[in-house]
């Protein structure tokens, strides 16, 4: 489609924004939301008629991109047919969604709790396990990102959490692996790995492992700088969730449905968790959905005591539909094995050739459509780019490197000192190559600010 400019339109659009709409995790009079008119495929343009090629996935969750028709015409099949029915009753959308989704994840990860996003489903992953084990405690780690309600954002490791954090949330953070950034003083993934599970193992040991419910973790983190577990971390901390036993869950929330390359990245890892959360590209949010894989033992647990929990549109049909088509277009269009291939043979070679002549790249990682760049002032000491949790003229670094790629047309996804490079996992090969020329301009404003 041909972005059509409509300025006089986009300024109403502009103006009923600013008047009535409350922007999440914003100071409300410091910003100033872009008016979107359209988009398509791998890409999303303005009123002006300026396109953008979207390199965040909207917030990492458009995995086939935006407007696919086959998932649009089940959107308006499912709303000619049914448009909403209560979750107490069997409909064919949410069993065929369902049984899908329960086809692709690991082990046995049979049953299906609908909710309406990726927090909601941590909020239902963590009060499962507390019921099955009888155990008050969570423990989660620095450096990652579960959610934005009450308890999802308690067991976040970012800066958003302290605002809403009193303390009383049951939950203890611990350090998770990072090479590039140790706290173990460890100088290979092997001593990283080993030291991390150690200090885990310690947490839990003057944490009490009989007060422990869960561990959660994001199977690589994501909003937090998509750091790849080194070999042998999760089934590690498998291991110590089968001696004490304590519910291992996974949020998949970002990394599932062929974001890494792979349905699920448990399966990168060869693990099983207790519970696996999933939003975001289950159905490349065209409708909002999420949910909680749940395994034999802990689903048993439900069999005869009622679970304390549910939501209104838990499963809704036209979210349901959408994730039927979507998962089947994936299936059908080869999209996960084509993540992968583009990963491999694109996208991790052009970002190692741009890391090797920006000063400002510290680092390259991960995988399939799942990646990012750490920005840094100086290699040697791996200073970052900006302090961290930095705002207003300490952010300038970044800023500036964000409004470089927008203006030459790609729509980018940065937090903190880092950029991801997380499109559509559907994008082409040459669309792909275009948004990283972008990047590469936009990495000489980053490089101004190194020494």
Known sequence: MTPQPNPQAGAAVKAADRAHVFHSWSAQELI?????????????WDYEGKRY????SGLVYTNIGYQH???????????????????AFAVEAR??????????TPGDLDKIFFTNGGADAVEHALRMARL???????????????GGTQQAVNVTGDPRRWASDSGTAGVVHFWAPFLYRSRFYAETEEQECARALEHLETTIAFEGPGTIAAIVLETIPGTAGIMMPPAGYLAGVREICDKHGIVFVLDEVMAGFGRTGTWFAAGLYDVVPDLMTFAKGVNSGYVPLGGVAISAEIAATFAERPYPGGLTYSG????????????????????????????????????RELAERHPSVGEVRGTGMFWALELVKDRETREPLVPYNATGQAAAPMSAFAASAKA????????????????????????LKEGLAALDTALSVADEYTR
């Open 408 to 431: 030459h047309g790609l729509w980018p996804f940065v937090n903190m000192n880092r950029t991801h490079v997380v499109p559509p996992c559907n994008i082409t090969e040459a669309e």
């Open 69 to 87: 028709p086959k998932v649009v015409a089940a959107i308006q099949e499912q709303a000619a047919r049914m448009t909403t029915f209560a979750p």
């Open 316 to 351: 809704h049909p036209l979210a349901c539909a959408a994730a039927v088509a979507t998962i089947n277009v994936m299936a059908e269009e080869g999209v996960v094995e084509h993540a992968a291939r583009l990963g491999a043979e694109v996208v991790e070679p052009a970002l």
């Open 132 to 146: 099955h084990t009888g155990r008050p405690k969570v423990l989660s780690a620095y450096r990652s990102y579960h």
């Open 32 to 44: 100033d939301p872009l008016a979107v008119a359209g988009a398509e495929g791998s890409y999303f």
């Open 53 to 56: 090629l979207d390199f965040s």
């Open 95 to 104: 069993s065929e969604a369902a049984r899908l989704i329960a086809e692709r």
